[in-house]
């Protein structure tokens, strides 16, 4: 077995602050993955990464930075935060080939900008 | 592009009842689909998956889902509900290629009447 850890679980920010997100996972999974959720919208993917250095752009990536210098870990970076956001954003870890596609998910950072 | 379904937002169903959530897919070939689960407060835990075979997928709890190709659907069936099953539940579908997107529907809030 396996676990994926989100830091912090609350963060709370300031209008135009960069904000940052920390995942570290140890199920030695080459893909990582970052979501969005909103209340009513389901997740929206922000960013991916197949591998160490690796990042692509998923539906939602702008505002958002991210970056894979580990293969356990995958930070995400909110470029300027905007007033009266709130969401969570979920970090997910899956094997990159085989017959075992299914992600798995982290608890959530809850953001709250001010 | 391939998109998810949940024509149901909120379901409520009183404990003992059997239980069955709507999904809908729209994918240009043959899909790989899951059933998420997320409880409050928490990160999303797989219930089942679809690879191509046998329509009917057994999961976790006593879950079920029915593939169908012709209705494009993919509901997720429960005979006897659970107080514990009160969390939100999503569908999802995936290429199954390398990267790995899943594409979420909005969920379904199951609510459990004692």
């Known amino acids: 077995g396996g676990i994926i850890t989100q830091t912090p679980k609350f963060l709370i920010g300031q209008e135009g602050q960069k904000l940052t997100l920390k995942c570290q996972q140890n199920?030695?999974?080459?893909?990582m993955y970052w979501y969005r959720q909103d209340s009513g919208k389901g997740l929206r993917l922000i960013y991916y990464?197949?591998?160490?250095?690796?990042?692509q752009k998923g539906d939602l990536s702008e505002g958002y930075d991210a970056s894979r210098e580990k293969k356990s870990s995958f930070s995400l970076t909110v470029t300027s935060a905007q007033k009266n956001e709130m969401a969570v954003f979920l970090c997910?870890?899956?094997?990159?080939?085989?017959?075992?596609?299914?992600?798995?998910f982290g608890p959530g950072t809850r953001l709250t900008v001010l | 592009a391939q998109s998810v379904t949940q024509p149901d937002a909120r379901v409520t169903v009183s404990e003992g009842a059997s239980l069955q959530l709507r999904c809908k897919y729209s994918?240009?070939?043959?899909?790989?689909l899951f059933w998420y689960v997320q409880y409050p407060r928490q990160g999303l835990q797989l219930l089942l998956k679809y690879y191509p075979g046998d329509p009917v997928v057994q999961g976790v709890n006593g879950f079920e889902a029915e593939f169908s190709k012709s209705n494009s659907s993919f509901h997720l069936r429960k005979a006897s509900v659970h107080w514990s099953d009160w969390a939100v539940y999503f569908c999802a579908v995936s290429k199954g290629s390398a990267g790995n997107k899943l594409t979420f529907g909005i969920g379904t809030r199951v609510l459990v009447r004692p």
């Open positions: 199920f030695n999974h080459d893909t």
């Open positions: 997910a870890s899956s094997y990159r080939t085989g017959a075992s596609y299914e992600q798995y």
């Open positions: 990464s197949i591998t160490e250095n690796d990042l």
């Open positions: 994918y240009f070939g043959t899909p790989y």
